[in-house]
Each structure stands twice: as C-alpha cells, then as structure tokens.
C-alpha cells in the first residue's frame, strides 16, 4: 500500500504533516454547511496543530470569526478541524 505524504504548511517547519485542515461552518438561516480544505494552510504536523488551537482567539462556533496562529489565514466565518492523515497509516 502506498500513500501520499506532505509537509507541514507553517514556512520553515520540516516536520511531516499529521493532519489535513479543512474549514468547517454553518448557516443556521440558510442550512448550508461548507467543509472545505484550508488552502492557507492545507497541512499540519501535531506540534502545530496543539498550539493552533492553544493560540486561538474567538468563539468557537458557526458563524463567527476563529482568529488562529496558522489556519484561516483569510479570516473567513468557522472552525478549523483537523483530519488526522496518520490513523489510514494504522488501519
């Protein structure tokens, strides 16, 4: 079995990537969801993804602003969520 690996995304870190971010939000009016890749920041090894979540600012809920350290570096409404690309290693 063969699978694809990428680096981490954050400028200088050699670290394999542990992680796939996507983008993840809500519309409670609509009922639309967008679960979409991060492409400003597509990849994150575990270091980077604790303290992501350690520096984030905001609430974190649909429909607001989630200011983090690496992830949505564009500022748009939802959560950054993390698929862990090593548990497919394991299976």
Not at 51 to 79: C, F, I, K, S, W
Request: charged fraction near 25%; glycine fraction near 6%; include cysteine.
């Amino acid at each position: 079995m063969t699978h694809e690996t990428h680096r981490c995304s954050v400028d200088g870190c050699p670290s394999l990537a542990a992680y796939r971010v996507m983008l993840y939000d809500f519309d409670p009016v609509e009922g639309a969801i967008r679960f979409e890749p991060d492409e400003t920041c597509p990849y994150l090894c575990r270091e980077h993804a604790v303290d992501n979540e350690e520096h984030a600012r905001g609430q974190r809920a649909p429909r607001v602003r989630v200011t983090y350290p690496y992830t949505n570096r564009d500022g748009r409404h939802g959560l950054s969520i993390y698929l862990d690309l090593l548990a497919a290693d394991a299976a």
